[in-house]
């Protein structure tokens, strides 16, 4: 069955500080990974998506196939940063499978 | 453009009541669904709709009715409120894309919904 798991609810961390927010996924074919991005009192938005390759706000996430991760990171974590972020797997036509999400919290 | 609306912001039923979530998508989107969220759960599928007269299942739709006769409009029934029904729903709309590709989905501000 197609599955993500985000094994932390909260991540905490100071500002400037290294960020990763782990996502594992279970889904046999070739899978096309997102991360969703909520803040407070905003509506949830996508943040990235794999095959972009791109960096967006200063967060990369790089598919490891061998490992089946696709992890969130940024070098320096900003206090605007701070919001719940939602890994996502695609599952045909349109269809996500999320996982249960992280709140990243950025402390001054 | 007002992009993705839906309406009521709360609602509080009684267990048995019926009602109706409304969503609407000004963006000419062919895609629309419906998620609820739930503490711990994370978003999980309800309905979806490939377009105007098409709907389909999501994991959950135990309870939901979906409708889609116009491609802007794509509300959710709820038939017999139960109080497992107690959650946030968010309703999402994109241009659809072939069988292994995926366009970026627009979510609505969601219904804070309470079944007592």
């Known amino acids: 069955a197609q599955r993500v798991t985000q094994p932390e609810k909260l991540l905490s961390v100071f500002k400037g500080a290294p960020v990763e927010l782990k996502c594992n996924y279970s889904?046999?074919?070739?899978?096309?990974l997102f991360w969703y991005v909520q803040y407070s009192r905003q509506r949830l938005q996508l943040l990235l998506r794999?095959?972009s390759r791109e960096s967006i706000k200063g967060f990369t996430a790089d598919l490891n196939k061998g490992e089946t991760s696709f992890h969130l990171k940024k070098p320096f974590a900003q206090e605007e940063d701070s919001a719940m972020y939602y890994c996502a797997l695609g599952r045909g036509f349109q269809k996500l499978v999320f996982g249960t999400g992280t709140r990243l919290l950025v402390s001054p | 453009n007002a992009g993705v609306t839906q309406t009521p912001k709360f609602q509080v039923l009684k267990t048995g009541q019926s009602m109706t979530l409304q969503c609407a998508q000004d963006?000419?989107?062919?895609?629309m669904s419906w998620y609820r969220q739930d503490p711990g759960m994370g978003l999980r599928l309800i309905h979806y709709s490939v377009g105007a007269g098409i709907t389909d299942q999501g994991e959950v739709p135990n309870g939901y009715n979906v409708s889609r006769s116009t491609t802007e409009d794509f509300p959710l029934r709820l038939l017999s409120a139960a109080p497992s029904q107690t959650s946030v729903y968010f309703c999402?709309?994109?241009?659809?894309?072939?069988?292994?590709?995926?366009?970026?989905?627009?979510f609505g501000p969601g219904t804070r919904l309470t079944v007592l």
């Open positions: 999402a709309s994109s241009y659809s894309a072939g069988q292994g590709t995926y366009n970026e989905q627009f």
């Open positions: 963006m000419n989107h062919e895609y």
């Open positions: 889904y046999s074919g070739s899978p096309e």
């Open positions: 794999h095959i």
